[in-house]
């Protein structure tokens, strides 16, 4: 067992405009990303309970050119409003750090 | 059969920089067109709202000047788009002033086009009336009070103006635009399929930031073929691979195969990436779909009052304690002292965010406990003026500063301030409001040119 901290080369959030929010978490070999894929470590029912979120409201993609899987959210407040504690959104990500992700025992990973 | 058509990205964002080197080893490979944003919603609404630039105006013309001197030199076109941050007609008028200056100052001369975004509040109520502006999620229906309380609404143009104003002028300095209309809009006038003109275009808006490891912002160039496209950075200790390639499509959108500009989307779901040497990667396969009608997105920055903020931390675990309870207690004796101070009327909003506790995520934080030994509390007032925020805001520091707690017998000092004064005046604040697109009568419709010689 690991966590998608420990196994993504990158997890990060920004900005997909004012109104919305994107997570993307990326993988530098194909068996990690697509072990995170097909266990659906972010499947839309998890992320709608994360972050709080209507479930029609959640996005997800597993993008396989890239290695990524990409999830987008709408903003609680526009960006950089009064009530928006994030103008960049580029610190929402911590919840995803603990996910885990459990790999095959012949299977390596870093 | 088409040439292979380079061109330029100089950089992500005007006044962001690049190595002038990169600009003339673009020249060197024969570059057909620069292009470069020079905005962004990002830093926040002021910018739309204010008409100020996010980069300095040294900075936005070193980087000006570079380009503009290549593309005058070179006989090549250049389009600046967004120009100014918000792409509003004071934002576009700072730019021409910024470029205008650079070229006297160098003797170059040129055909100049101006290409305004700005809307006036009677263009955009007469479209909605005439049921051509619609919502995007998660926004609501436009409303007339909305369209009032607008400080500055700008449309984003796609690459048609921008391909008008190439016909007559050599550089066109656009108002607010689709990042991607920057780089289509001369290879889609060429010829070049869309598909292929789109998907480069939105590889070349960020500049070189699709390279797998960038240490600073710079230049990137794609050629365009028939039917794909390679794209590879200036800098020599750059270099793009597939994966960094594809995964600019996740870079700010919320769905990376499906990326809207105003006459279609382009569809990445079955593009290709494949590396032609260890720095330039070719990508095909993608396709695009023409929309149904023709819609552009449009923006709007309101404002929402003046702030005053305090910051205050506690280090009292008796006070951390019982948090919600002591800000609770506070409010409920604020309000007592601004009903003999300020009056019932005075409307204002005062919120407190706590740092140690959900003061990075606030709605979205799942963890809502308090887990360290100090907190940082950030009260926020906003009222309808500085004068007014001001005042509530002394009232609230020296209120919660000695707000008490039962555990305690007397007057207590229960926050530190790190600064003196601890109210800190910030100015009028804004937000986006308009989050909707609207059907014009045509591409160029809402985006009148101004032409000039330099």
């Known amino acids: 067992m690991s966590t998608l901290a420990e ?35 972010l499947s839309v029912e998890l992320i709608s309970r994360l972050y709080m ?9 597993a993008h396989d050119a890239a290695m990524a899987i990409k999830v987008s959210i709408p903003r609680p407040h526009s ?3 009064p009530m928006d504690t994030d103008v960049f959104g580029g610190q929402q990500y911590a919840p995803l750090l603990d996910l885990a992700v459990e790999f095959p025992r012949h299977q390596g990973h870093k | 059969m088409l040439e292979p058509l380079p061109v330029l990205s100089a950089t992500g964002m005007l006044g962001s920089g690049f190595r002038e080197e990169s600009i003339y080893r673009a020249l060197d490979l024969g570059v057909r067109m620069i292009g470069c944003d020079a905005g962004t919603t990002d830093f926040g609404p002021h910018l739309l709202a204010t008409g100020d630039s996010q980069f300095s105006r040294a900075a936005v013309k070193r980087d000006t000047s570079i380009i503009l001197a290549a593309a005058v030199r070179a006989g090549i076109p250049l389009v600046i788009g967004s120009a100014g941050g918000a792409g509003g007609d004071v934002n576009l008028e700072w730019m021409r002033r910024v470029l205008l200056e650079t070229a006297r100052e160098q003797g170059l001369h040129f055909r100049l086009a101006l290409i305004h975004a700005e809307q006036s509040k009677d263009k955009v109520r007469e479209l909605m009336r005439q049921g051509r502006v619609l919502p995007l999620p998660p926004s609501e ?20 103006p921008v391909q008008a104003a190439l016909d007559s002028a050599q550089v066109v300095l656009a108002g ?5 209309a920057i780089y289509s809009a001369l290879p889609l006038k060429l010829g070049y399929a869309s598909a292929v003109c789109w998907h480069a275009a939105k590889i070349l808006e960020c500049g070189a930031a699709a390279v797998a490891q960038r240490a600073a912002p710079d230049s990137m160039v794609a050629v365009l073929h028939s039917d794909s496209f390679d794209v590879f950075p200036m800098r020599d200790d750059y270099r793009c691979t597939p994966q960094s390639i594809a995964s600019h499509t996740l870079y700010e959108n919320v769905d ?24 330039a990667v070719n990508v095909s396969g993608s396709t695009f779909e023409l929309a149904e009608r023709y819609g552009v997105k449009i923006e709007g920055a309101r404002l929402v009052g003046y702030s005053t903020i305090i910051l205050g931390a506690i280090r009292d675990p008796l006070i951390i304690r019982q948090l919600d309870n002591w800000l609770e207690r506070l409010d409920e004796n ?33 963890r809502k406990t308090i887990e360290g030994h100090e907190v940082m509390v950030l009260w926020d007032v906003i009222s309808a003026s500085q004068g007014l925020s001001h005042s509530i805001a002394a009232s609230l520091s020296h209120m919660a500063v000695h707000n008490p707690i039962p555990e305690w017998d ?3 000092s229960g926050v530190a301030f790190p600064f003196a004064p601890s109210e800190v005046d910030r100015g009028p604040v804004y937000e986006f409001h308009l989050n909707h697109v609207v059907y014009p009568d045509s591409p160029t419709s809402l985006f009148p040119t101004d032409y000039e010689s330099v």
């Open chain 2, 176 to 180: 607010r635009s689709s990042d991607a």
């Open chain 2, 256 to 279: 990376p195969f499906h990326l809207v500009e105003p006459s279609g989307i382009l569809n990445t779901l079955e593009s290709e990436y494949v590396a032609i040497d260890n720095r």
């Open chain 1, 53 to 61: 979120q209507p479930r029609e409201c959640v996005r997800v993609f």
């Open chain 2, 141 to 160: 229906p436009l409303s007339d009070f909305a369209v009032d309380e607008a400080l500055h609404i700008v449309a984003m143009m796609g690459a048609e």
């Open chain 2, 410 to 412: 007397g007057l207590i």
């Open chain 2, 334 to 366: 604020l309000k007592e002292r601004l009903r003999n101070t300020v009056g019932d009327a005075a409307q204002h909003q005062i919120t407190a965010r706590i740092y140690g506790r959900d003061g990075v995520m606030g709605a979205l934080e799942p």
């Open chain 1, 79 to 81: 960006s950089g409003s």
């Open chain 1, 7 to 41: 196994v993504a080369k990158l997890i990060r959030s920004k900005n997909a405009g004012p109104f919305w929010l994107t997570l993307d978490v990326m993988f530098d070999d194909r068996q990690t990303y697509e072990a995170v894929r097909d266990q659906h470590v």
